[in-house]
């Protein structure tokens, strides 16, 4: 176990190093610098600009900036947005709205998943309308943009039926405290989760709808019958249990997803997360705020990928006793 | 005559005939065949390709022609699918659209085929520490979630149809590189492949000549499903204004005119045709993947 993660956080250090150049590369090919407006006005002298830029190091050879900026980061500093504030706490803040909705979707979904996959594998032998119709279903999500969905929903359920908020995290100009303001939240959240547990339901369905076939047909579940178990029982609490090794899989698989995974729905509903932060700052051009924001993302990704490798250790004596034979 | 109909029967996988030697593609063809709604998905794309790319021979309209007069009006017998707000016509738009956001999508997986291929067969076929740096690089790319990143880059490099088509082809190579690279680790243990070698065969040619061939069913999946990745793509990133831009029209940046609340509540013409047909495509493209998938899997016999 000891071995098998050392070596894994060796290779995520690797990983990391080459994070930390991409997000550099893409710094330094944004356009301009805090100073060069100043070159327009015919009142500046050229040579207090070059002063100012040496000053913060503009100037230095690439690899001396490269390591000043990786040691600011070392130390939590990931500078300022045009308004002033720190980029960390914008995008902490963020951040704190994304899990907000992606952690109820998430639990929601794998509920989903692992319940209508083991139903429908289970009537896949006998009653294949409804495995026909989960098939569908998920072929149907997969092919549907998430913000067109999110558009539809918005149409019907907040124009049509005027029956729900679609927009921001709050209602604007009212202040609510306690539980009014709770229920305002969660009023507020509703379609956002309910497209992301839709669009985030699908694909785990899917493999848990193939590995429960598979389980289907063992041949321990036959002897669970030949025993007197009838043929229900023996799936729950014998392929169940199986099935599990599968669904933690996934689960791994998916755990990245929960900070990722509500971009594009964030920016449709005016959501305050990272999504919708991200776009802003495009559209803004601050380009503090968007290096930050890639930089944390592709941090807390892998280690939320690290977590995943864990988890799997944990759950999979294979790997756990075998000292890594994964890679 | 009754022969000939015969054949045609066996090629479209109905029934085999007498002493019949078939080819591997052709079985799989014929398995192909067999699974209806794949066929009838492969129809359907053809259909609508063949319609986008005869747009200037289908429509009387052209798509960037301004009329302020006709701005914004319902379906009508004139325009079936109604004007949008510069009083163009949406028929004519959506077949466009049509064109520009399918040969997107082919470029981008091309792209995408081109580079993921590459490092795929470098990192199986030579192994050691080149599999080790192309695996670091693969798990680099995929540390940074797709729309990040792609928004970031557009923000760099002007917006625009090339630009688009770079980016989702420079993001989107791992997972190819790394179907490719599995397929060659347990491929390359083969005996013909350690015969070719002991014979001398350079290891461009090995890859080319024995490889490849047998690798191309998997390939050929993955190839097809990313075309239904970067139609989303396309949608997506012109949804935001980052993509294809006005007067070239493209199914993403047709659906961005939901964005304005009138459009999205009153005047359904404007957004929902081009996002249906993204549906459409896409679930096709993904049905026709599917039955690819199980056509060209030999464990599969039905």
Redesign the interface.
């Known amino acids: 176990m000891l071995r098998y993660l050392r070596k894994r956080l060796l ?1 995520y250090l ?2 990391l190093f ?2 930390s150049i ?1 997000v550099f590369v ?1 710094m330094m ?3 301009g610098d805090p100073y060069s407006w100043m070159l327009m006005d015919p009142n500046v002298d050229p040579a207090y600009v070059q002063r100012k830029l040496d000053e913060l190091g503009l100037n230095d050879p690439i690899h001396i900036q490269y390591i000043k900026w990786l040691g600011r980061i070392l130390h939590g500093d990931f500078g300022y947005a045009l308004e002033g504030q720190a980029t960390l706490d914008l995008v902490s803040q963020a951040l704190k709205n994304t899990l907000l909705l992606t952690i109820p979707a998430f639990l929601l979904s794998t509920l989903f998943a692992v319940l209508l996959g083991i139903w429908s594998a289970m009537s896949a032998s006998g009653n294949k309308i409804l495995d026909r119709l989960v098939t569908l279903g998920t ?2 999500e ?7 969905l999110a ?2 929903l ?2 019907w359920f907040g ?1 049509d039926l005027k029956l729900l908020p679609v927009s921001g995290l709050k209602t604007l100009r009212v202040h609510y405290t306690g539980l009014r303001y709770v229920l305002d939240v969660a009023k507020h959240m509703i379609l956002p989760v309910f497209v992301l547990t839709l669009t985030q339901t699908s694909g785990m369905l899917r493999y848990m709808r193939s590995a429960m076939i598979d389980i289907l047909n063992q041949d321990y579940i036959r002897t669970a019958q030949a025993k007197g178990m009838t043929w229900r029982r023996a799936i729950w609490t014998h392929g169940l249990r199986n099935a599990l090794i599968s669904v933690i899989t996934v689960f791994c698989m998916r755990l ?1 997803g929960i ?2 995974g509500a ?2 729905t964030e ?1 449709v509903f005016v959501w305050p997360g990272i ?1 919708t932060l ?2 802003n700052s ?1 559209l803004n ?1 601050d ?1 503090a705020v ?1 290096i930050t ?2 930089m944390i ?2 941090m807390v ?2 280690a939320t ?1 690290l977590l995943a490798d864990i988890l799997y250790a944990v759950a999979d004596p294979r790997i756990r006793l075998g000292g890594g034979a994964k890679e | 005559m009754s022969k000939f109909w015969e054949r045609l029967r066996a090629f479209h996988g109905r029934g085999k005939l007498e002493g019949e030697y078939v080819s591997v593609a052709n079985l799989s063809w014929r398995k192909f065949c067999r699974n209806r709604l794949a066929v009838f998905s492969l129809i359907v794309l053809v259909l609508i390709a063949v319609i986008s790319f005869l747009a200037p021979l289908i429509t009387p309209y052209s798509y960037s022609e301004i009329d302020l007069t006709l701005a914004r009006q319902p379906p009508s017998p004139e325009h079936i699918l109604g004007t949008d707000e510069y009083g163009r016509d949406m028929l004519t738009r959506l077949i466009y659209g049509g064109r520009v956001s399918m040969t997107m999508a082919l470029a981008a997986m091309l792209l995408q085929l081109v580079i993921g291929v590459v490092l795929g067969c470098l990192a199986g076929y030579f192994g050691s520490w080149v599999d080790a740096f192309i695996m ?2 693969t ?2 790319f995929m ?3 797709f ?3 792609a ?6 490099v002007e917006p625009g149809l090339k630009n688009l088509v770079l980016i989702i082809g420079f993001l989107s190579w791992t997972g190819i590189c790394r179907i490719v690279r599995a397929e060659i680790l347990s491929l390359k243990e083969n005996d013909y492949i350690l015969a070719a070698r002991s014979l001398g065969i350079r290891p461009g040619a090995i890859i080319r000549r024995h490889i490849l061939p047998n690798i191309l069913s998997p390939i050929l999946v993955a190839a097809t499903l990313s075309i ?1 990745g970067g139609i ?1 793509s396309e ?2 990133m012109s ?2 204004n ?1 993509g294809v831009r006005t007067p070239e029209s493209s199914w993403g940046n047709m ?1 961005s005119a ?1 964005q304005s609340m009138q459009a ?2 009153s005047e359904w013409w404007r ?1 929902v045709p081009p ?1 249906l047909m ?2 459409i495509v ?2 096709s493209i ?2 026709v993947g ?1 039955g690819l998938r199980n056509a060209l899997d030999p464990r599969i016999s039905n």
């Open positions: 290779i690797v990983i080459g994070v991409a893409l090919s944004m356009p072929f149907l997969v092919s549907i943009p998430t913000f067109f558009l539809i918005i149409k124009y990245p900070i990722s971009l594009f920016t999504g991200n776009y495009i051009r380009y968007i924001i890639t993302l592709a990704i892998l990928n | 670091r690089l798990d680099v540390c940074f979630p729309y990040i990143m928004v970031c880059l557009a923000a760099i239904a989303m949608a997506s949804f935001l980052l659906l939901a999205l509540v957004w996002g993204i549906v896409v679930l993904n049905y599917e």
